[in-house]
């Protein structure tokens, strides 16, 4: 049974950048497609990013030039950093297996607040 | 992008009833289309996939329909623990979107 778990700052200053890791369990991020969401009352459900076969990544165009989206093989993990964040992107984000087409598995969440 | 365009936003139900949940693409999406539901706190779970393909593990009373441009998501009777918000979402194109989500609380 697959597993995510995300891991990340709680809160995020203005204009710095955030990393967020997404640890897997039972599953390989060598395989699948891997994805970055988020979520928040403003813009509801977002897709930010995938990541396939460890090197091939695919961004949603609005967050394009601030998002970065890597894998750890020894660690199994992968991660989203986003750069120069600002007040709208406060949102729980979710990491989830899928990318190529429905997410059928995800972590729990993290709340990332951007805040001075 | 392709816009999906959910209705009604908010539904009121009792148990054992049986509801109904639009979803509107702004353009042709074949049958990629997905359903997820949402409790409080939770992450989205996947409820349908190819707009009609059951996830394992949930049960029969759900089901999806649809092609084109317009799909429903039927539950056939609403049991306590359906009460949550229901999403849809197109995998036609990039990026991937998302309805703005339906309420169903109990009426």
């Known amino acids: 049974q697959v597993q995510l778990q995300e891991s990340g700052p709680g809160v995020v200053k203005p204009s710095e950048s955030v990393s967020l890791t997404c640890t897997v369990s039972?599953?390989?991020?060598?395989?699948?497609?891997w994805s970055w969401l988020r979520q928040s009352p403003e813009k509801g459900l977002e897709w930010i990013g995938y990541?396939?076969?460890?090197?091939?990544?695919n961004y949603n165009p609005i967050l394009e030039s601030r998002v970065t989206i890597s894998v750890d093989t020894s660690k199994n993990q992968f991660s989203l950093k986003l750069t120069s964040v600002t007040a709208a992107d406060t949102a729980v984000y979710y990491c989830?297996?899928?990318?190529?087409?429905?997410?059928?598995?995800w972590g729990q969440g993290t709340l990332v607040t951007v805040s001075s | 992008d392709i816009q999906m365009t959910q209705s009604p936003s908010t539904l009121s139900a009792s148990v054992g009833d049986r509801v109904s949940i639009t979803c509107r693409a702004s353009q042709s999406i074949s049958s990629w289309m997905a359903w997820y539901q949402q409790k409080p706190g939770k992450a989205p779970k996947l409820l349908i996939y190819?707009?009609?393909n059951l996830e394992s593990g949930v049960p029969s009373r759900f089901s999806g329909s649809g092609s084109g441009t317009e799909f429903t998501l039927t539950i056939s009777s609403l049991q306590p623990d359906d009460f949550a918000t229901y999403y849809c979402?197109?995998?036609?194109?990039?990026?991937?979107?998302f309805g703005q989500g339906t309420k169903l609380d109990i009426k």
């Open positions: 990541i396939y076969k460890s090197v091939n990544t």
């Open positions: 039972g599953g390989s991020v060598s395989v699948y497609y």
């Open positions: 979402q197109q995998y036609n194109g990039y990026p991937y979107t």
């Open positions: 989830a297996r899928g990318g190529g087409s429905w997410f059928d598995r």
């Open positions: 190819k707009a009609s």
